[in-house]
């Protein structure tokens, strides 16, 4: 999932960033349907039953989540971008707690706080007056608006119990977020800037449908089988530590100290949520 942004820093100085969200997940529901289609057909009756909710997850997980944090991009700092996402889990928790009566453990409060804290750090680079001096824009409430929709998405994906497969249902959210996608696409390509369909164009839409889209969508909804929303929920704190990886591999930047710092208290706060789900499992 990190990988989605090397697409966010890179790829959309080559491809609008409604465009580049829409022509992603087109793409993804086109590599599936052929490994899905007879599947799909077969098990039709189910689709009938489940694509109100397979709507809401597409829009959640592919609209909201595939295009905000673009758009955000446009007007604020990466820095406010890094800290208003880790708000992500924090709302999977709370959401998870009022609803669906998810237990909230001391020990998972003391690993969200340490996560929180080295996210920080790294996001701040561990220059705290940063932190003090940040101004907020209208790029912020998109990224507000995607850390929620991503807890919405991992929510509801977990919960709302399904018959269909785990790439059937890919298919079908995919589909259902490029669909939700297409009237902003079509607004961003006649009033504000059309897409240039060039080499560029293909291998960024190519790679975000891969790397950050299919592999990484699959992987997630595969750990939320067996973690739950909540503790899948603290792989986006895991997601900034690798993120300053990619940084450093293709961008050219620096291992500082506060890098070292972070990871420690990422990773640490990480450990704790998991040892505590072992824990109760063994009970």
């Known amino acids: 999932m990190a ?7 890179g790829g959309v100085e080559h491809v609008p960033p409604i465009s580049l969200a829409f022509w992603r997940w087109v793409l993804v529901f086109l590599i599936l349907l052929p490994f899905t289609f007879a599947s799909l057909k077969k098990n039709f009756c189910f689709i009938k039953q489940e694509y109100k909710q397979l709507f809401f997850i597409g829009v959640m997980g592919c609209g909201v989540c595939g295009a905000f944090p673009f758009l955000a991009g446009q007007t604020t700092t990466i820095t406010n971008m890094g800290i208003i996402y880790t708000s992500s889990p924090i709302f999977i928790i709370l959401i998870s707690s009022m609803f669906f009566k998810e237990k909230i453990n001391f020990l998972k409060v003391i690993g969200l706080c340490s996560c929180l804290a080295g996210v920080l750090i790294i996001i701040i680079k561990g220059n705290f007056t940063l932190l003090i001096n940040l101004k907020f824009t209208i790029g912020d409430l998109w990224m ?10 991992s929510i509801y994906l977990f919960y709302w119990k399904t018959n269909l497969e785990i790439f059937q249902r ?5 589909f259902f977020g490029f669909i939700s996608l297409l009237p902003f696409y079509l607004i961003e390509e006649i009033y504000f800037v059309k897409t240039i369909f060039d080499s560029y164009f293909f291998s960024w839409v190519s790679f975000a449908a891969i790397s950050p889209g299919i592999i990484a ?14 503790i899948t929920g603290f792989t986006l704190y895991i997601f900034t530590v690798y993120g300053a990886v990619y940084g450093i591999l293709l961008f050219d930047e620096h291992l500082e100290n506060y890098h070292y710092i972070g990871t420690i208290l990422v990773f640490s706060g990480v450990y704790l949520v998991k040892k505590k789900m072992k824990n109760v499992s063994k009970i």
């Open 144 to 153: 507000l608006a995607a850390a929620i929709g991503w807890a919405l998405y």
């Open 170 to 174: 890919f298919t079908l959210i995919a």
């Open 3 to 9: 990988s989605n942004l090397v697409v966010a820093r």
């Open 217 to 230: 969508f699959t992987l997630y909804t595969m750990l939320q089988k067996k973690l739950g929303a909540s």
